[in-house]
């Protein structure tokens, strides 16, 4: 029997709006996508939004992408590794790859009986969180700093802008002089801005994530030998490649591995190998995803070569109300992957279908 292939675009609400320097965010249009073949029922989250903010692809794109060029390369059930291969014919579009490539993630370790973190071998079991927060007013930034520590978060991450920067760091680092921090410039800086970037060493950041151009290394290189503060590469790593080509010019100490950003799992365990290779850390951020997405997020984070905690928050960080009955849960900082098999959701349909504003199908 023919595979059946569908894509949900479903609208959850947030629970207080999300700031970056790209803008505020209130609602996650996610796509979802659904695939039933062999009486397994595989699902996965594509990690574009309605613009093309962090990435020149977007729900609009994603979809042709798929529709018109993709879809073909799962008639026949793969396995990751063969999709990837043969979606090499279409140039980019990592974020649509994804959403199908982690889909035959789930369908084959379903099919397995295992769950994803025990199909792709090397788990740790668990997941360390840390959490990433907003910006806002600074003593709202510095309150949720507060019960994020009072949660047991591993790390705190939080968004700065030019501007913005010794406000909302020097605001939390008088109150917490020594908890693990981060810091989160979405590339809203340019080489120019060198000494704003030094003058952030004081602030004593476990890293510095992203503070250039979304596709550059080579002024993060030059950036990393004139600051202390380790540099992060988020927007910047997208392909096994880009993160080798990161750590031989030495622009990157630290790299944020989000699946979707890099065409699924097989490119995200290979880039956290090089990563590690050369010295480097490693961490699983997340695109504000549904529990189906950030299912995928938990798996990939337990694995042994992911060293520091990740934004995989527990599922009502975000949402009042998910797309799964069985959300995660933190205990001392840490979450442990599902024990189902496949990502070991368990879909509440009735709100999946109320949430729905638009079904596809596409095979």
Not at 123 to 135: Q, R
């Amino acid at each position: 029997m023919k595979p059946r292939l569908s894509c949900f675009e479903v609208v959850l609400p947030f629970k207080v709006p999300f700031t970056t320097s790209f803008g505020t965010q209130s609602e996650r249009h996610a796509l979802l996508f659904r695939l039933e073949a062999d009486g397994v029922v595989a699902y996965s989250e594509c990690v574009t939004d309605v613009g093309p903010h962090y990435s020149y692809e977007d729900n609009y794109t994603a979809m042709h992408i798929i529709r018109e060029y993709l879809a073909k390369f799962v008639e026949d059930l793969p396995v990751p590794k063969v999709f990837l291969e043969r979606s090499e014919a279409v140039k980019g579009h990592n974020m649509a790859k994804a959403a199908l490539e982690m889909l035959l993630w789930d369908y084959h370790s379903k099919l397995s009986g295992k769950p994803i973190h025990e199909y792709m071998g090397g788990s740790k079991g668990y997941a360390d969180v840390g959490i990433s927060i907003g910006m806002d007013k600074v003593e709202k930034v510095v309150a949720r700093v507060g019960e994020a520590i009072q949660r047991g978060y591993r790390r705190v991450k939080v968004k700065i802008e030019r501007g913005r920067e010794h406000e909302i760091l020097g605001a939390i680092r008088e109150v917490y002089p020594e908890i693990p921090l981060t810091a989160d410039a979405n590339c809203d800086y340019r080489i120019k801005d060198i000494e704003i970037l030094k003058s952030l060493d004081r602030y004593n950041l476990v890293y510095l994530e992203q503070p250039l151009d979304h596709d550059d290394l080579v002024d993060h290189a030059k950036l990393r030998k004139q600051i202390s503060t380790p540099i992060c590469l988020d927007e910047s790593i997208t392909s096994p490649d880009k993160a080798r080509k990161a750590f031989e010019i030495g622009a990157a100490d630290v790299v944020n591995i989000k699946p979707g950003r890099v065409g699924g799992f097989t490119n995200s365990l290979e880039i956290a190998r090089i990563a590690r290779d050369q010295g480097g850390h490693v961490w699983v951020g997340g695109m504000l995803e549904t529990g189906i997405g950030r299912a995928f997020n938990v798996a990939l984070a337990s694995h042994s070569l992911v060293d520091y905690p990740g934004d995989t928050s527990p599922n009502d960080k975000y949402f009042e109300q998910d797309i799964v009955k069985n959300p995660f849960k933190m205990i001392d900082g840490r979450i442990k992957p599902n024990t189902g098999p496949g990502i070991g959701v368990d879909v509440d349909l009735d709100y999946f279908i109320k949430v729905s504003i638009k079904m596809t199908r596409i095979v």
